[in-house]
C-alpha cells in the first residue's frame, strides 16, 4: 500500500532525536510563512507529540506546503538527510526546483544568506536581552564596579533582560552558578525589574513565571555570547579570566555574529595563567607557572556529524572529571537551560584544561592537556572544524551515522595529520551504511578499530570511559602535536579566522611593547643598566627616609644636628640621582604612555605586563626553598623580578630627584 503524505511527515518527525525534535518546534514557530498563514502557537507545540504535530501541519499548512514548512524548518536545524529524503519522498517538485535554485546560487549567496540570518537572530536575542545599546556602546569593567545599593544584595534575574547581569555579577563575584539561569518564582517576569535591578536589565512585557515556554528561558551560551559581544576587550579578559577560576570551558572561537568570520579570542586569554605540577618534576616537588597562551600541550577536539542522541559535553565532563570529584566543565542537557534550543551558539568554539594533580596513581595525564568541543555540526561550522584538525593532535567525531554526502565531505581531510577517531552511537536501520561508508574512509582517515568507539544501547559507562580513556592516553603516548596559543593564531589567520588582538589600537601598543623588551636579555643587568635609580642609590635614600622617620643611629646627638645631618646626606643622593640622563628604554616607554591614546595606553600597559611576566618568568632562579637560604633566595628573585611597577617607579624617582633640586633653589634664592 502506498505511503499518504501523512505517512511521510510522520515518519520524517519520528527519526528526530528528543533534542532534535525541540529544535524543530522552536524553529518551525520563528520561520517566516507564506501569506495566509498562521504559526501553531507555542503552548501547543510544547505539548503535542509526533503524531499530533504531524496532524497539526497538515491541518495549518494543507498537503504540499506542510511539506514544503518541515523541509525548511529540518533544514533550518541541520537535519539536511531527513529534508532531502521527504523532499524526495513527497515528490515535491516546487521544492526541489526551489533547492536546485538555492544551490545555483553558489556558497557566496549561501554564506550571505547565512549570514543574514545570523544577525537576524543576534538582534532579536540582544533585544531580549536589552543589550543592543551595548552591541555599539560596549561594557566596561567600570560598568561593573559601580558600588549602589542593588550592586550590594543578592537578587535573582526576574526577566530575560536580567541575564546577562546576573551572569556578569557572579562571574567576577567567582560565583559557581553563575551560569545557571532561573528566574526567582513568585515575581511577574514581564515585570520591567527596573526599580529592583537600578534599571539593569528592563524586561518589558516578555515573560511571565508562571507561562513558561520556549520564550522563557534561554541557552547560557546564548548569553555568554551576547554578553562577550557586548563587552570591551579588557572586560572579555576578566570574563574568562574569572571563568576560569571558576573551571568553566571558556570560549575559544566565537561564531561568525557581528563580523563576516569567526574570531579567535587570544587576547581574552592573555591573563590566564596556571600553576601545575608534572609528573616529571613529582621528585624534586618543582612546579611550573606560565601563562596558558604561552604554555605548548597537545589538543584533543571532539566534534558532532549529524545529530546525537546523547550528550558529547557531558561525555566530556566526564573524561575530565575522572580522577577528581566531578564538574560541569562544558554546560550539557542535563544543565539548567542546557536543553534549550541555541539562538546564536552554534559554531562556538570551546576549551577547557586537564592538569595532572601530582598522584601518578590517579591522574588521567602526566602532562597537561587542552579539549576542545564544537557546539553544532561539523558540516553547518566546516570553518571552525578544519581549524580544528589544524591544531589538534587528535579529532574524535561523534556520529550516529554517516550518510554519502557527509562521507564526501569527510573525504576531503584525506592527507591531514590529525589523527581521526570514531564515537557511533548507531542509528537504528542505519549500522550497515555507516559501517560500510566507515571501511570506505578507512584508508583515506587512516582509520583503525582501536580507533573507532562503539556506544551500544546497554554499554555500561564506566567500560565506555575506561575505552575513550585508553584511546587517548594511547594517542598522549604516542608521538603527538604541541601547541600553544599563540600558534593556533598563527594558523588562524591563515584560514581567515580573525582575532581579538588584531585591532589596531591592540596593535600599534603591543609594537611600541616590543620596542622595550626585545632589548631585555638579562633582568638584572637590564635593571642596573636602563633602571639605574633603583639601584644602590635607591636603597640608601630608603635607608636615610627610614632613619630619618626613626631615629635609631641618633646617639648622643641632638635630634635637630642629627636630623640635619640625614637632611644633607638625603639631598646629597638626590643629586646624584638628579645627574643621572633618561635611558633609551625609559624614553621608550614615556613616549609610550605619552603619545598613545587612551584605549591604547590601556592595551600598552597590559601588554608591558604581559610580556614583562614572560620574561621574568624566564630570568627567575630554579632555586629551592631552604630555611637557611631564604635571604640569598629572597634577594635573587627580588633581583630577577621586573614588572610595569619598575617602569613607573623610575619616573617616580626621576621627578622626586627633580623636585628635590627645585626645592633647594628655591630655599637659597
Not at 539536511?80 to 526546483?97: H, I, P, Y
Not at 515556554?213 to 562577550?228: E, G, Y
Not at 571501511?439 to 544501547?457: D, F, G, T, Y
Not at 630577577?640 to 626621576?654: D, K, P
Request: hydrophobic share 35%.
Amino acid at each position: 500500500m502506498a505511503k499518504t503524505l501523512r505517512d511521510h511527515l510522520l515518519t520524517t518527525l519520528e527519526d528526530l532525536g528528543e533534542n532534535e525534535l525541540k529544535k524543530f518546534k522552536f524553529k518551525l514557530h520563528e520561520m517566516p510563512l507564506k501569506e495566509g498563514y498562521e504559526h501553531i502557537g507555542r503552548g501547543t507545540l510544547k505539548k503535542v507529540d509526533v503524531i499530533d504535530l504531524t496532524d497539526k501541519l497538515i491541518s495549518c499548512y494543507e498537503g504540499d506546503y506542510a511539506v514544503e514548512v518541515t523541509v525548511e524548518a529540518l533544514k533550518s536545524i541541520n537535519e539536511m538527510d531527513l529534508a532531502e529524503k521527504l523532499a524526495k519522498a513527497t515528490g515535491n517538485d516546487a521544492l526541489n526546483s526551489k533547492q536546485e535554485s538555492d544551490t545555483q546560487q553558489g556558497p557566496e549567496m549561501e554564506e550571505k544568506a547565512l549570514l543574514k540570518e545570523r544577525r537576524r537572530a543576534l538582534q532579536d536575542l540582544l533585544s531580549m536581552l536589552k543589550m543592543e545599546q551595548h552591541r555599539s556602546t560596549k561594557l566596561g569593567l567600570r560598568d561593573l564596579q559601580e558600588i549602589n545599593p542593588e550592586s550590594l544584595q543578592n537578587w535573582t534575574p526576574r526577566a530575560l533582560g536580567d541575564l546577562p547581569w546576573h551572569f556578569l555579577r557572579k562571574v567576577i563575584a567567582l560565583n559557581g552558578t553563575a551560569r545557571n539561569i532561573s528566574f526567582g518564582q513568585g515575581a511577574p517576569a514581564d515585570k520591567a525589574s527596573s526599580d529592583d535591578n537600578g534599571g539593569q536589565g528592563d524586561g518589558g512585557n516578555v515573560l511571565h513565571y508562571s507561562n513558561m515556554d520556549a520564550r522563557a528561558s534561554l541557552h547560557p551560551l546564548d548569553v555568554l555570547c551576547a554578553v562577550l559581544l557586548c563587552s570591551d576587550s579588557f572586560l572579555q579578559q576578566e570574563i574568562l579570566s574569572k571563568m576560569s577560576r571558576c573551571q568553566f570551558a571558556l570560549p575559544l572561537l566565537l561564531p561568525a555574529l557581528d563580523t563576516p568570520k569567526c574570531t579567535l579570542l587570544l587576547w581574552a586569554m592573555r591573563d590566564i595563567v596556571r600553576k601545575w605540577r608534572p609528573h616529571s618534576l613529582a621528585e624534586s616537588r618543582g612546579f611550573r607557572e606560565e601563562s596558558l597562551v604561552l604554555t605548548s600541550m597537545p589538543t584533543i577536539s571532539f566534534v558532532r556529524l549529524g545529530s546525537c542522541s546523547f550528550s558529547k559535553s557531558k561525555l566530556l565532563n566526564e573524561v575530565l572529571s575522572l580522577s577528581q570529584q566531578h564538574h560541569d566543565f562544558f554546560i550539557h542537557w542535563d544543565m539548567e537551560s542546557g536543553n534549550v534550543p541555541r539562538e546564536i551558539a552554534d559554531g562556538l568554539v570551546e576549551i577547557s584544561w586537564y592538569f595532572p594533580a601530582v598522584n601518578e596513581d590517579s591522574d588521567l595525564f602526566p602532562e597537561p592537556v587542552a579539549v576542545t568541543n564544537l557546539r553544532g555540526d561539523i558540516e553547518s561550522h566546516w570553518l571552525q572544524f578544519r581549524f580544528l584538525t589544524e591544531i589538534s593532535s587528535a579529532v574524535f567525531i561523534v556520529t550516529e551515522s554517516i550518510s554519502e554526502r557527509q562521507y564526501t565531505l569527510l573525504s576531503s581531510l584525506q592527507g591531514s595529520a590529525t589523527k581521526f577517531n570514531f564515537i557511533l552511537n548507531y542509528e537504528s536501520g542505519k549500522r550497515s551504511e555507516t559501517q560500510e561508508f566507515l571501511n570506505k574512509l578507512a584508508p583515506v582517515l587512516k582509520l583503525s578499530k582501536q580507533r573507532v568507539l562503539e556506544k551500544e544501547i546497554g554499554t555500561k559507562k564506566e567500560e565506555f570511559m575506561e575505552k575513550l580513556c585508553s584511546a587517548i592516553g594511547s594517542i598522549m603516548n604516542d608521538q603527538h602535536k604541541d601547541m600553544n596559543m599563540e600558534g593556533m593564531a598563527v594558523t588562524a589567520r591563515e584560514l581567515g579566522i580573525q582575532l581579538d588582538e588584531d585591532r589596531e589600537e591592540c596593535q600599534r601598543a603591543k609594537n611600541r611593547v616590543k620596542e622595550i623588551t626585545a632589548e631585555i636579555k638579562d633582568v638584572g643587568n637590564y635593571k642596573r643598566q636602563i633602571l639605574q635609580l633603583q639601584g644602590d642609590l635607591w636603597k640608601n635614600l630608603s635607608n636615610v627616609e627610614r632613619e630619618m622617620c626613626r631615629l635609631k643611629g641618633q646617639g648622643d646627638v641632638p635630634t635637630e644636628d642629627y636630623k640635619s645631618r640625614l637632611k644633607e646626606k638625603l639631598l646629597e643622593l638626590r643629586t646624584q640621582q638628579n645627574k643621572c640622563d633618561l635611558t633609551d628604554g625609559l624614553t621608550k616607554f614615556i613616549n609610550g604612555i605619552g603619545t598613545l591614546s587612551q584605549m591604547e595606553i590601556r592595551y600598552f600597559l597590559k601588554c608591558m605586563k604581559f610580556n614583562l611576566d614572560g620574561i621574568a618568568k624566564g630570568n627567575h632562579p630554579n632555586l629551592q626553598p631552604n630555611q637557611q637560604k631564604l635571604p640569598e633566595l629572597d634577594e635573587a628573585i627580588s633581583a630577577s623580578s621586573l614588572g610595569v611597577e619598575h617602569f613607573l617607579r623610575e619616573l617616580g624617582q626621576f621627578y622626586e630627584a627633580e623636585h628635590s633640586m627645585n626645592s633647594l633653589v628655591l630655599i637659597l634664592q
